[in-house]
């Protein structure tokens, strides 16, 4: 599978994924590292995503939830208040704990590349917000991932990856996944409100169970909730909107069934190692925005993502998201 190949069919996916009717009404940019959080390889070690919105909050019997969506969309729905969609196109990567070996620890995480598409559509009744996505994308060399750290730590002046040409083989990746979040406060006016959320994921890229909640203080806690939905595809944090600002604090808890990015390729041998079904995360950052512009840094310290303990999910994040 070639480059020019999977450009085609991710080109032919985002195409598909928004409906003909419509706007692009913000766009975010969202960027996870180790770096942020004093690591140099070893697990989740980047990741990199463009999203677009059309947001559904006037007009409501336009509504349409993304073509690329729809064959899963009666899972939330089809009465709301309101409704949005989000379109994000991304790579992520993971590592060995040591980059700096040609030829990787083969009980450890395996160097692992993945270019995807996802298309999402949200759904707001009140205080729940439900969603749907359906992903698809590339695992391997077609990736480009391995020239994307390479370019990164030279940079940063970081440690060599080395180990690349030991990577996962290409793969053609997919994944349906639905969540919901529930608001808790004592009115709409509070300054404190507590943020519960629920997921579920299948497909070759990842399997999984989910739940988890956030505390949260500041202002415009009403608005920004359904935003929230996002941490559970590890796309993107919370933001604030509309001149909101805010804090939080969290934790999630996952059961993981399979992850391809340490199993290895599902329908050939690859490097691989042994998946930890449970995962906790800690989750701490703030929000803020004003005018048209939304900035938010975030830092989550998760458990290893297989059994060796070679490979804890811990990353800092920074989003920049603009109101069009």
Do not use: C, M
């Given at each position: 599978m070639s480059w020019k190949h999977v450009c085609c069919v991710l080109g032919l996916s985002s195409f598909i994924a928004a409906p003909v009717h419509a706007d692009v009404d913000a766009i975010s940019v969202v960027w996870h590292n180790d770096l942020?959080?004093?690591?140099?390889?070893?697990?989740?070690?980047?990741g990199l995503f463009f999203s677009w919105y059309?947001?559904?909050?006037?007009?409501?019997?336009?509504?349409?939830?993304?073509?690329?969506?729809?064959?899963?969309?009666?899972?939330?729905?089809?009465?709301y208040d309101s409704a949005f969609?989000?379109?994000?196109f991304g790579q992520v990567m993971s590592t060995p704990r040591d980059i700096s070996k040609v030829e990787p620890d083969p009980n450890d995480a395996p160097y692992a590349g993945i270019l995807f598409l996802r298309?999402?559509?949200?759904?707001?009744?009140?205080?729940?917000?439900?969603?749907?996505?359906?992903?698809?994308?590339?695992?391997g060399p077609a990736s480009?991932?391995?020239?994307?750290?390479?370019?990164?730590?030279?940079?940063t002046g970081s440690t060599e990856p080395k180990g690349w040409d030991s990577q996962l083989k290409n793969e053609i990746l997919g994944q349906v996944a639905r969540g919901r979040v529930w608001r808790f406060a004592h009115d709409d006016s509070d300054r404190f409100d507590v943020v519960g959320m629920a997921n579920i994921d299948v497909g070759n890229l990842e399997s999984s169970v989910g739940t988890?909640?956030?505390?949260?203080?500041?202002?415009?806690?009403?608005k920004s909730f359904p935003s929230t939905a996002m941490l559970t595809g590890r796309i993107t944090n919370p933001i604030a909107i509309e001149g909101g600002w805010y804090f939080y604090l969290g934790a999630s808890a996952e059961?993981?069934?399979?992850?391809?990015?340490?199993?290895?390729?599902?329908f050939r041998s690859s490097p691989s190692a042994s998946l930890r079904h449970d995962q906790y995360t800690v989750l701490a950052g703030f929000a803020f925005s004003w005018d048209s512009l939304m900035v938010s840094l975030a830092y989550a310290d998760g458990s290893s993502l297989d059994k060796l303990a070679t490979s804890r999910q811990t990353f800092g994040a920074v989003t920049l998201a603009w109101r069009l």
């Open positions: 942020f959080a004093g690591k140099d390889g070893g697990g989740y070690t980047n059309d947001l559904h909050e006037d007009n409501l019997a336009t509504a349409k939830p993304p073509l690329l969506t729809r064959p899963v969309s009666w899972l939330v729905g089809d009465e969609s989000a379109h994000t298309s999402s559509w949200f759904v707001v009744n009140d205080d729940v917000a439900d969603n749907v996505s359906l992903t698809v994308g590339v695992l480009g991932a391995e020239k994307a750290q390479k370019l990164i730590h030279n940079i988890g909640a956030l505390v949260r203080y500041g202002s415009g806690l009403v059961y993981v069934h399979n992850a391809i990015i340490i199993n290895g390729n599902t």
